[in-house]
């Protein structure tokens, strides 16, 4: 779809090629600049997900196929499979946590642009993954042991650097319990100074923007964790942001970063108020699971 300065219309469809069960598309991404499209599909000869399908946009401003990026192979040279995918602001970094069918190595590949050839390549276990615009700052997030587990990384000289773990919690209640497999958790900043972390159980007592020290409220609301990165290259908590009440919405439960880290979305799919539209009746919970996003 395009805007055409007063309505979206529909410019273009693309379909898969492989046949049933390929799930085309089931991850989409663009670049800011609208040039370049990322897609992911299943391979349905081998039965592995994670190809990659590249589209870029003509002069015409129609997309025509590009590249097709295989799954690695994985640390013992077997096959692999690779779930979801981030994609930078300037259209020139792709970035895949995989793990080996066989040999159960876990890991995560970067790509860079125009060739698409593996960048760079770090063993760890990844679910979420999120980079920034430059592609030289990138966080990934684990959903199996350790749990919850987030990690900062810096493209350097010598290839992707660690800049340590971040905490995913104000101190106070998250763990993984299988639920949002597929939400998204992490997010970061377009110039990479600014992460931030769904903590879907936490239950630091307060509304709104909270500052350490902490207080246990004993009561699950949710809530995200705000992460600033300094000069020299290390993180810090600055805030755990509470949803607006004390509803048990699971806030945290997916996020989204905006404005260069000056707009949170924040998803609550279990808040239970009836209100509608805009700022209605946030502390009303008559109607279970309805859900609710906030903005910060």
Known sequence: ????????RQAQRIVGTRGVGDHFG????????GTTLVLEQDDTDMWVGGLLEIYRASSSGAFTHAAQLTTPSSGSGGASACLGFAFSGDGRTLARPCFGIDDRVNFVQTLRAPTWTQGGRISVNASFLDLS???????TQALANPR????????GPQGWVSEGSLASTSGFGDFYDGEFLYMRRIAISRDGKVAAIGSRYDRAMGLGPL???YTDSHRAHGGVVVHLRKDTGTWSVRRVLAPGSTNDGRAGSAIALGD????LVVGAPYDGSAATGIDGNR???SMPLRGAVWLY
């Open 133 to 139: 615009f430059d592609g030289t700052q990138m966080l």
């Open 283 to 285: 502390d009303d919970d």
């Open 260 to 263: 260069n880290g000056r707009l």
């Open 26 to 33: 089931r991850t989409v991404k663009l670049d800011d600049a």
């Open 148 to 155: 919850d587990l987030v990690a900062a990384w810096r493209l």
């Open 1 to 8: 779809f395009r805007y055409d300065g007063t309505a979206w």
């Open 211 to 213: 500052y350490p020290p």
